[in-house]
């Protein structure tokens, strides 16, 4: 018997909550009788805000879907995620948390033992207990032992990989820069001598091929990066499909692993832009698998009732050149020209980091064509959908997301009026709260740190005191710091600033926390037949399950 095919239709059986044998009643199987909303959540990697056509002309021929989106929908130019780096920014978006609540301040990795804490409650979690069915396709780096498995934490569905797609070796050619080692069939006689019975080495310290799983199995190991926007389209599609014919509204989330580095993408995909980059065509597949699932919504017929959010988890990762993407005009001039280097984008709290190109459309509810400037956050997201499915948030809980229903649907233009920043692993200690957006301007008690830029310069750790502000609004370059002379009213920004802070950490405290287990342990790592080298999966070998 083929095994493939077999966990295939089992799979496939897991996401029909009726059955296959089932019929479904024929009231339920007109998909547009449901009153609640269904909520696709789709989430780039390391995408720069100057990525995205409709904000930045020199890429309006790159993402043609997604400008698409834009013109049916609300274009969000001052959206910002959660924080700067990949785990800390999808535990905020999933929780409405910042990490000093949830713990979860940096990134975890191919040997943690834990991920997002027990007690903190996801968006799925809260919809699947109000009776939504939940998938979730792509990138999950919140824990993969069965515990703090995404099929744990809310979803009725999982399909993609457990973290970033540079925590393994693949087989396919891809671009990084250092350029990453394909994973050996064997080991090297280097290898042998130095590191002997162990099973990593080329490009970071590799412990195993890259993994992808199906629910809680492994199916393929290393994952075959060149096939993976056609996969997670396939599996969207076939995500709808069932969810729509089962007459419950549905909660999709996909996190791609576009435009993280190694760079990749379809063969179809080389050369097909006028922008004659890696970079670019993998954008380009990007928007053609989102265009793609638009186009299984719109064929489903649940388009209509759909809230569609698409953003990302942060900035471009600079230092990797011309792998990666475009900061638009948020380009941190003055830590670079004070110090000769640096980054200002993935990981730091400037501009470039978390601001992020967004768009949401829901027909019917959200105006057409319309762009709007408001202060909005990925930690909105949360409270966003929990209200436009009826369902309630804890109240044994603190959100710093606010709900967005109203200012979405044009009955007001009021957003947040702050936003603040966590460090997020460039500069230390992470998690920690030292910049602060107010309004137009933006408050920084702390820059610089262990990234560097593209020339790999790097910026020193400076604690400022009295903290050095911006206007970021009239200088989204963040190129002139404001002095009393040229903003008289500069010490009550930052008198205000320092209580805002002041106060969030209060409230932080009188909060319900959790703090995150980094420890790791090799007996984790996912690995579909440890016999094999740098886990190679034999057929017989697949839908292995994680250690508790």
């Known amino acids: ?99 000093l609540r949830t713990g979860v301040v940096q990134n975890f990795n191919q040997k943690s033992v834990a991920g997002l804490p027990l007690n903190e409650t996801t968006v799925a979690k809260v919809l699947k207990d109000n009776g939504y069915y939940t998938g979730m396709i792509g990138k999950w780096h919140l824990g993969m032992t069965q515990k703090y498995h995404p099929r744990s934490r809310g979803f009725d569905y999982y399909y ?28 090297s006689l280097f290898e042998e001598i ?81 922008v004659d980059t890696i970079y670019a065509d ?16 719109k064929q489903s ?28 005009p948020f380009l941190g001039t003055w830590l670079k020209d004070k110090y000769g280097g640096g980054s200002t984008a993935k990981t730091t709290t400037w501009e470039a980091g978390h601001r992020e190109p967004t768009v ?12 709007s400037d408001a202060l909005t956050s990925t930690l909105d997201i949360f409270p966003t959908l929990i209200s436009a499915a009826g369902a309630k948030m804890s109240a044994y809980r603190h959100y710093d997301g606010i709900d967005l229903n109203d200012f979405l649907q044009g009955n007001t233009q009021d957003a947040h009026k702050n936003l603040f920043h966590p460090n997020s692993g460039d500069t230390p200690p992470f998690g920690e709260i030292d910049t602060v957006r107010m309004g137009q301007y933006k408050v920084f008690w702390k820059t610089g740190g262990t990234q560097p830029d593209c020339n790999y310069k790097f910026a020193p750790v400076v604690e400022h005191d009295p903290p050095i502000v911006f206007d970021v ?11 009393s002379e040229t903003t008289p009213k500069l010490n009550q920004i930052i ?18 926390t959790t703090v995150a287990d980094y420890s790791q342990s090799s007996d984790v790592l996912p690995c579909c037949d440890p016999t094999q080298f740098y886990c190679r999966c034999k057929k017989d070998k697949l839908r292995f399950t994680p250690r508790n």
């Open 160 to 187: 993609g990989l457990p973290y970033s797609n540079d925590m393994g070796c693949v087989d396919v050619p891809t671009y990084n820069r250092p350029e990453c080692l394909e994973c050996p069939t064997k080991k």
């Open 282 to 297: 993998t954008l380009h597949e990007l928007d053609d698998v989102i265009g793609r699932v638009i186009k299984s919504l």
């Open 1 to 99: 018997m083929n095994l493939n095919l077999l966990f295939s239709f089992i799979a496939f059986w897991s996401i029909l909550p009726n059955g296959l044998c089932e019929e479904v009643p024929h009231s339920q199987k007109n998909p547009g009788t449901s009153e609640r909303p269904n909520f696709v959540i789709l989430f780039a990697d390391d995408i720069g805000w100057g990525d995205f056509g409709a904000n930045w002309n020199p890429n309006k021929d790159v993402t043609p879907n997604l400008n698409k989106m834009a013109e049916e929908g609300l274009r969000l130019t001052d959206f910002h995620a959660g924080a700067s780096v990949c785990t800390p920014s999808r535990a905020a978006l999933l929780t409405g948390r910042l990490g």
């Open 473 to 483: 609004v009239n200088d989204p370059a963040e190129s002139i710091q404001l002095t």
């Open 194 to 274: 130095f590191y002997g019975d162990q099973t990593a080495v080329p490009c970071g310290g590799y412990f195993s091929a890259l993994p992808l799983y199906e629910d809680y199995g492994i199916i393929e190991q290393p994952a075959n990066l060149t096939e993976l926007g056609d996969h997670y389209a396939e599996k969207a599609q076939n995500f709808i499909d069932a969810a729509s014919k089962s007459g419950k509204p549905f909660l999709l989330y996909i996190g791609f692993a576009h435009m993280h580095v190694p760079l990749t993408h379809a063969a179809r995909f080389t050369n097909s832009t006028d």
């Open 360 to 371: 949401i459309v829901w027909p019917n509810k959200i105006q057409p064509n319309t762009v």
């Open 301 to 328: 017929g649940v388009y209509d009732n759909t809230l569609t959010w698409f953003t990302g988890d942060n900035g471009p990762w600079v230092m990797k050149c011309p792998f990666s993407g475009s900061q638009g």
């Open 495 to 512: 008198a205000s600033a320092t209580t805002l802070r002041s106060d969030l950490l209060a409230d932080i405290a009188s909060d319900n």
